[in-house]
């Protein structure tokens, strides 16, 4: 909801709040608030970073790991975190032998120290002499808001898997009573050990502007691939292609000692099979037109290309579904067909608990959906764009991700975190997804 003080509240909605909007108005409900000084507003007044590839400091879970309501005493973590305990219990056994620990990082340090070392790059932000923030000062003040409901009086609110991804607000180091660790704080206003996280700063990949190439252009794919030279009938070797450098290429092909080659716009040659072509449709679909936003994305190529009408002006990599041109019913592969996004969140949290596909990444960010659970979306947990293996989704890298979701359709205002398509924020931008 757009953080707008010149809004207007009122009782609606079935007895809860609404704000007027330029576009409308928001229902709230009876268990929200259209306040900004309310306190959960004040807690997590951290809103994502629209500027940025990733909206968020993002990291991962190094094993199984609590996520606190509010900060917990030493013997609270003792009891609820496994590896700190058999860690704190070798400590004890070194120290009553009259053995240094040697310094190992994942001990129960004895007094005021720190157990786990601060990290001396601290990616996750601030200093150590940063204390909790006001609403953990003498217990949690304010509600839970994840989506996990705890037993009432519990400090935790679900348990993360190992490797889970997590979206950052801060981090802080805590009191004397929780032997002054570090812990983050997530986009819910949940706690995590920050000994307990491997930061992640997604990939740096990205696509390339077409409004001057046009098509076709390719990205290297293979691994020892090279440029050639053709001399009579035999093929040359010249300089390494680079896996997902990018190519603009000349359109003319020839097929040499069984070998499909394209020519290159500075006269050389690849073969075909070393790539993934972004190519030029032999017919343009009728949605082409009067500059009309569209994309389209090739699961055989994996390639993306956005267009503007009969004008291609953007193209990259992405990962579709990771079963190929599979039946997206009964595999893990990505819808064919004619779609258009309709709706659009800044960020969300993906999982699912299925046995041969169980993950939790949460703040995914610059979603698009266009089909169901089926969306266009960044992905800050691989880097190996080109490649299908999503669970059915169009991943791109963050830079690309957030490109299409800017240039897309519906726009989301600013200091919003989502729009449905309609007449107040626009139709869905159209996708084609094929072979």
Known sequence: MARSPEAVSTRDCD????????????????DASIRLDDPVARAIEVEPDRSRALPYAYAFTRSSVPNYLEVPTLAQQLELEDELAAASLGAARVEAVGVSPGGAKSALAVGPAPFVETP?????????SDGPPWWLDGGRRIGNLAPFEPIPGAIVANVSPRHAGVALLGTFVAGAAANRRRFAVTTDARLLPADALTSEHGSTFQ?????????????????????????????????????????PLSGTVRM????RLVETRDGQ???????????KPRELPKLAQDNRRWIDVSITNQVLVLWEGEQPVYATLVSTGKDGLGDPRHTQSTPQGTFSIQRKHVTTTMDSDAADAQFELRDVPWVMYFKGGYALHGAYW???????????????APIDARHVFEWSLPHVPE????????????????LRVGR
């Open 269 to 279: 040659w690849l073969r075909s099979a070393d790539l993934h072509v972004a190519a």
């Open 207 to 247: 696509g390339r502007d077409l409004r001057e190439l046009g098509l076709p252009v390719a990205f290297g794919w293979r691994r020892g691939a090279r440029f050639w030279k053709v001399v009579g009938d035999r093929l040359v070797p010249g300089p390494a292609l680079e896996p997902r450098a990018f190519v």
């Open 382 to 396: 691989h880097d190996d764009f080109g490649t299908p293996r999503s669970h059915g989704c169009v991943n791109l």
């Open 120 to 128: 001396a790059d601290d990616v996750f932000g601030g200093t150590v």
């Open 415 to 430: 200091h919003w975190h989502g729009a449905y398509a309609s007449e107040g924020f626009g139709a869905g931008t159209t």
């Open 15 to 30: 007895g809860g709040w609404y704000a007027i909007r330029p576009l409308g108005f928001v229902c709230a409900g009876l």
């Open 256 to 259: 040499l000692a069984g070998d």
